[in-house]
């Protein structure tokens, strides 16, 4: 990825492809705030399956920050296992692994990238808003059946959108929802949608 004139970090750190061997240290990095309850689990198996997905900035011959975007459609995907080393933290690294995967999402024509964290301030700095959890019902077919926390999540879903065109109106999670959900809890999420992001929706 190009280096920013601008951004220090960029010029620093490096955002690339994760490779095989990048595995044992990306591993421990997501072990560590997975056992914290803070991020997902994942198998050694999911890392070599899913290695090429995976966006990471290594120093000191190891991994110091991860990130990959998981496509649920042609326009939404996910921003998951985001982890920057405890020692790394605050020095603008998880800000360049998600501008990274925000270009990525653009160049693929996505209208919507989400998350489901704790860390809703930082996320809140990158553009991202709160949303309802019925915008993501993919979510729940796949990681959540798997995932400890299913019958206590207290994760905050939020989501950053990446073209002017898609959040006039509707958003796109709720068209791209239809058919899945009752349409009467459609309905009471357009309403809520609209209610919340009513001043963004209509600039
Ligand atoms: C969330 C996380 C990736 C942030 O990475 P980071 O490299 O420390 O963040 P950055 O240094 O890039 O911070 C970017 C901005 O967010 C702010 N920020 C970062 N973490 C914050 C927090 N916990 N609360 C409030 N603001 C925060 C920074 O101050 C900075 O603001 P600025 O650009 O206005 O100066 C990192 O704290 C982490 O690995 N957390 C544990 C795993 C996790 O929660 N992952 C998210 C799951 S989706």
């Known amino acids: ?30 072990r560590f705030y997975a056992e914290q309850g803070i991020l997902l689990p994942r ?12 966006r990471v900035i290594r120093s000191e011959g190891r991994v ?16 998951r296992s985001l982890a920057v080393l405890p020692a790394h933290r605050g020095e603008g690294l998880g ?13 693929s024509d996505l209208d919507m990238v989400f998350a489901l964290t704790y860390a809703t301030e930082f ?4 553009g991202f808003v709160p949303i309802d959890r019925e915008w993501i019902p993919w979510k729940a077919w796949k990681d959540c059946l798997a995932c400890p926390k299913r019958e206590c999540c207290d994760e905050i ?11 006039c109106g509707p958003p796109p999670p709720f068209s791209l929802a239809a058919g899945v959900l009752p349409v009467l809890r459609q309905e009471a999420t357009r309403r809520k949608t609209t209610a919340y992001f009513g001043d963004i929706f209509q600039k």
């Open 157 to 167: 879903a939020v989501a950053r959108w990446l073209k002017p065109t898609a959040v």
């Open 95 to 107: 800000r360049h692994l998600v501008e990274a995967l925000l270009e990525e999402a653009r160049v």
């Open 123 to 126: 996320f809140a700095r990158l």
């Open 64 to 79: 110091i920050g991860c990130a990959v975007l998981h496509f649920y459609t042609a326009k939404v995907a996910e921003l």
């Open 1 to 30: 990825m190009t280096p920013s004139p601008v951004c220090p970090v960029a010029n620093r750190y490096r955002v690339r492809r994760a490779r095989q061997d990048d595995i044992p240290s990306l591993g421990s990095l997501v």
């Open 43 to 54: 198998t050694e198996e999911e890392f070599r399956e899913t290695i090429r997905d995976f």
